[in-house]
C-alpha cells in the first residue's frame, strides 16, 4: 500500500477498553512513522502530580474524569506528534468525541474475557469481574461509533504493518483490518472508496468483471490493464468461464506482479478470486465488492471457486484478498430482488453474532448503510481469525447454506438468486433447530425484505435431498447442520435426522 504518512494536523488515536494494548501499539505506529507516541494518561499523572490508581483513590472516579477530559481536550486541539493513546473511559466524554472527529480514531477491539486476563485486579475499574464484563458491553457501542479503523491485534508487528494502510485512509471512510491464518488485508467501507482507497502497489490492475457492472463501474476503478467480463449471474459461475478468463489474462500479458481486480457481486468475486489463486500459481486479488450479497458477505475471508453441475462451489480454492473496498453507493444501482437476496445473509450473519447488530436488523424497517455492512464484515471476520480453513468455527456461516446449497444445485443454479435459496436454508435450518418462535419472526423478516419463505411447488424435494448428500461438507458420509440455539448461539456439525430434513423441507410448502 502507499506508505503516506497523516502527521500534521490529523493524529491517529488509539482507543479501546483496559488492556487493549492501546499504548503498546501506539508506541508501534508512532516508530513506524518516525515519531514518538504521546500518551493520555501520561499526561494525566503530570497533571495531577500522582499515579491514576493513587488519585482515583483519594478524589473519586468524577474528579479524575473531569482533569481527564481537560487534558485529552487540550491534547486533541494541538497534538504535538501524529499518535496519541487514550484511556479507556476518555470516550466517555461528549467533548472529547467531538474533538476527536478531527482526528483518525482507531479502536482496538478486544473481548472482555482477554482484556480482564490482562488487566483483572490492576485497575481501579478491574476490580470485580462482572462490573468489568458490564463496563465493557457498556462501552464498546460508543468506541464502535467513534472508530474509523478497527484492530484486532495490538501487536507490534501487526500495527506496523496495519500503519501505512491507516495513514492512507481517505476522509469519510472506514476500515477494518482482516487477519487470517494466511494473511492480513485492509479492509475499506466508505461512499465514493471504490476510486479512492489505495490499492497494492505496484504491477498492473486487470479488471474482472461481469457484463454489466463492468458498463456502470469499470470506469470508475482508473486505468486498467484488461477488463474482462463474464456474462452476469451464477449461471456463469463456471469452470469453463473460468478457463475463458485466465486465458483472457494470459492474452493480455499479465505478469506475476500484476493483480485481479474482482469488481461485481459473489459470481465475479468467486470467480475472479479462483483465477488469481490459479494464474501463475497465485497473483492478488483486490475485491470491489458491488451487491449486497458480496459487501457483507462474500468478498471477505478468501472462499473462491466456481460451481460444477455436480454441486456448488466444487471447484475452488482458498485465496485471501490483498484488499477489500466496499462502495455502499454502487447499491444504488442494483435491482430490488439483488438488494433482497443480500437481506438474507445479512439477517444470517445477524443471527450468528445476536447482541446489537441482531437487534438493529431484526426491526423490519433497518436500512444499508455503511455501518451495516462495516458490522457484517467484522462479524464474518472475527471468525475466519479464528478458522480460516473451515476446520471447526467457521462452519458457522454456512448456517442456512446447506440446505440452501441443495436447492440451488437441485434446481440448476437458475431458479432461485443465492440469497433467495439462503433465505429457504435459513428457515430450514430454524425448524431443525426447534425453534418455531424465531423462525416466524425471520420468516416475516425475510417476507418483509421481499425474500422468498416457501418453495415453489415445482421443486422436487427429492432432488433436494439428494443434493443435500452431494453437499462438500459431507464428512463420513454425513452432513453436519448449523443449527441456531439463540440469535449469537449457533451450533455446528448437528447429527439431523433426514427424515426431520425431509419434514423442514415440506414445512417450506407453499
Ligand atoms: N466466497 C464466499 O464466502 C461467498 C459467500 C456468500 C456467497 N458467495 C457466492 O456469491 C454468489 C452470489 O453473489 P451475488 O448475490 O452478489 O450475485 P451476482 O454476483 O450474480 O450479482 C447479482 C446480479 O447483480 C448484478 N449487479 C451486481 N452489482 C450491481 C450493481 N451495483 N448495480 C447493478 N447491478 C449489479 C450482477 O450483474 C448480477 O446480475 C454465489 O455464487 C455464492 O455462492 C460466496
Given at each position: 500500500m502507499e506508505a503516506t504518512v497523516a502527521v500534521g494536523e490529523r493524529a491517529l488515536v488509539f482507543i479501546g477498553f483496559m488492556g487493549a494494548g492501546k499504548t503498546t501499539a501506539a508506541r508501534a505506529a508512532a516508530s513506524a512513522l518516525g515519531a514518538r507516541a504521546v500518551d493520555s494518561d501520561q499526561l494525566v499523572e503530570q497533571r495531577v502530580g500522582t499515579r491514576i490508581e493513587d488519585y482515583f483513590a483519594t478524589h473519586g472516579e468524577a474528579a479524575f474524569r473531569a482533569v481527564e477530559e481537560e487534558v485529552v481536550c487540550e491534547l486533541l486541539a494541538r497534538p504535538p506528534g501524529p499518535v496519541i493513546s487514550l484511556g479507556?473511559?476518555?470516550?466517555?466524554s461528549e467533548r472529547v468525541r467531538a474533538a476527536l472527529a478531527r482526528h483518525t480514531v482507531v479502536l482496538l477491539d478486544i473481548d472482555p474475557a482477554l482484556a480482564w486476563q490482562r488487566a483483572g485486579g490492576r485497575r481501579p475499574l478491574a476490580q470485580d469481574r462482572s462490573a468489568f464484563d458490564a463496563l465493557h458491553a457498556e462501552r464498546r457501542p460508543l468506541y464502535d461509533r467513534i472508530a474509523d479503523v478497527v484492530l484486532t491485534d495490538s501487536s507490534r508487528d501487526v500495527v506496523r504493518r496495519a500503519v501505512p494502510a491507516i495513514a492512507a485512509l481517505p476522509a469519510g471512510t472506514r476500515m477494518l483490518w482482516a487477519r487470517s491464518a494466511s494473511g492480513e488485508y485492509p479492509v475499506y467501507v466508505g461512499h465514493?472508496?471504490?476510486?479512492a482507497a489505495p490499492r497494492p502497489r505496484g504491477g498492473r490492475p486487470y479488471v474482472v468483471t461481469d457484463d454489466t457492472v463492468g458498463g456502470l463501474y469499470a470506469g470508475a476503478v482508473g486505468d486498467a490493464a484488461a477488463t474482462i467480463a463474464i456474462p452476469p449471474g451464477e449461471a456463469a459461475k463456471t469452470w469453463e468461464q473460468a478457463g475463458r478468463v485466465l486465458r483472457a489474462l494470459a492474452a493480455a500479458g499479465m505478469e506475476h506482479d500484476d493483480h485481479v481486480v474482482a469488481l461485481g457481486g459473489g459470481v465475479v468475486g468467486d470467480l475472479a478470486g479462483f483465477c488469481a489463486a490459479s494464474y501463475q500459481r497465485g497473483v492478488p486479488v483486490v475485491q470491489l465488492p458491488t451487491t449486497l450479497v458480496a459487501q457483507v458477505d462474500s468478498a471477505y475471508g478468501g472462499k473462491t471457486g466456481v460451481d460444477l453441475p455436480e454441486g456448488k462451489n466444487y471447484a475452488g480454492a482458498y485465496h485471501q484478498p490483498a484488499a477489500v473496498l466496499a462502495d455502499p453507493a454502487v447499491l444504488a444501482t442494483l435491482p430490488p430482488a439483488e438488494l433482497a437476496a443480500g437481506w438474507a445473509e445479512v439477517i444470517k450473519t445477524a443471527l450468528i453474532a445476536g447482541g446489537p447488530l441482531w437487534e438493529r436488523v431484526r426491526d423490519p424497517r433497518a436500512d444499508v448503510d455503511a455501518d451495516l455492512v462495516l458490522a457484517c464484515a467484522r462479524t464474518k471476520l472475527a471468525v475466519v481469525a479464528k478458522d480460516e480453513r473451515d476446520q471447526g468455527r467457521r462452519q458457522v456461516l454456512n448456517l442456512g447454506h446447506t440446505v440452501g446449497h441443495a436447492i440451488e444445485t437441485a434446481t440448476g443454479y437458475a431458479r432461485y438468486r443465492h440469497g433467495e435459496a439462503v433465505a429457504l436454508g435459513l428457515l430450514a435450518a430454524l425448524t431443525l433447530s426447534g425453534q418455531p418462535v424465531l423462525r416466524a419472526e425471520v420468516a416475516a423478516l425475510l417476507g418483509a425484505h421481499g425474500l422468498p419463505v416457501t418453495l415453489g411447488p415445482a421443486v422436487d424435494h427429492a432432488a433436494v435431498l439428494a443434493a443435500l448428500q452431494g453437499d462438500k461438507k459431507r464428512r463420513g458420509g454425513r452432513v453436519g447442520f448449523v443449527l441456531v440455539e439463540a440469535p449469537g448461539d449457533i451450533r455446528i456439525g448437528r447429527a439431523v435426522d433426514p427424515d426431520d430434513v425431509a419434514r423442514a423441507l415440506g414445512d417450506l410448502g407453499a
Open positions: 479507556g473511559g476518555a470516550a466517555g465514493g472508496v471504490l476510486g
